[in-house]
């Protein structure tokens, strides 16, 4: 095993429970996913054996084979990228958690599986972006209270063009707005490589953190 992935993995580690007691918030309270895309399934044996155990994969033509690969492994899969709705159903078979959902589409793709699922929202200005608009939040939580998911709470990407912070404070805010329907959906799935000391301020809950802990990526698509 190459010693640097253990040396990034304490020091991410520390560098999260050092913002955790910042906020005055037990380290405990925070699950790290360490993202693993475009890394080869050796990577995630590698990051198993140092106690990793939350695993994020973005793409399903990379995860479902990486994932079936290392079924063996005692671990809880997350999605994070994007879902199409005709993969819904294959993505729900490996993945414990969803964090990307957006739409109602997708709600009613989904609807039947007994699954966590975080809700997406869209802090941009730009609708090409994933996530759902703040202003259709409400009603996208209403659709998922219908169905057999488990809504976790809210995720966001950070946008690159301002603040983290400010944007992770948002989420935080509209968090209310899904609390208010689902009491117990008050999760926030927020902050990655570059922003996770703004994101546990803000109060995460779940970080998606890659390229910190793994090292670059071979390629990226
Ligand atoms: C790749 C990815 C991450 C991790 O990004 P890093 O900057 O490498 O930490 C987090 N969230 C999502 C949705 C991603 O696609």
Redesign the pocket.
């Known amino acids: 095993m190459d010693p640097a992935l253990s040396q990034r993995l304490s020091r991410v580690t520390g560098d999260i429970a050092d913002a955790a007691r910042a906020a005055h918030r037990d380290p405990a309270s925070i699950t790290t996913v360490v ?1 693993t ?1 475009f890394h080869p399934a050796s990577l995630v044996r590698d990051l198993h054996t140092l106690g990793v155990r939350d695993f ?1 994969e ?1 793409r399903h033509q990379e995860a479902q084979p990486k994932v079936e690969e290392l079924r063996d492994l005692e671990a809880t899969w997350h999605f ?2 994007q879902v199409q709705s005709k993969k819904a159903q294959q993505i729900a078979v490996y993945s414990h958690i969803i964090h990307s959902v957006d739409r109602e589409s997708l709600v009613d793709a989904l609807g039947t599986n007994d699954r966590g699922v975080f809700i997406q929202v869209n802090l941009t200005d730009d609708h090409e972006r994933g996530g759902v608009h703040p202003d259709a939040l409400p009603t996208l939580v209403e659709r998922v209270a219908g169905t057999s998911l488990r809504l976790l709470g809210l995720m966001a ?1 950070a946008p690159l063009d301002s603040e983290p912070r400010r944007a992770f404070a948002r989420l935080r805010e509209l968090s209310a707005l899904a609390t208010a329907i689902i009491p117990g959906a008050g999760a926030l799935s927020m902050g ?3 922003d996770f000391r703004d994101a546990i301020l803000e109060g995460a809950t779940h970080l ?5 802990i793994t090292g670059n990526r071979l390629r990226e698509g």
């Open positions: 993202v895309k994020g973005s994070v990228g990407v990655m490589s570059g998606r953190i890659g390229t910190a």
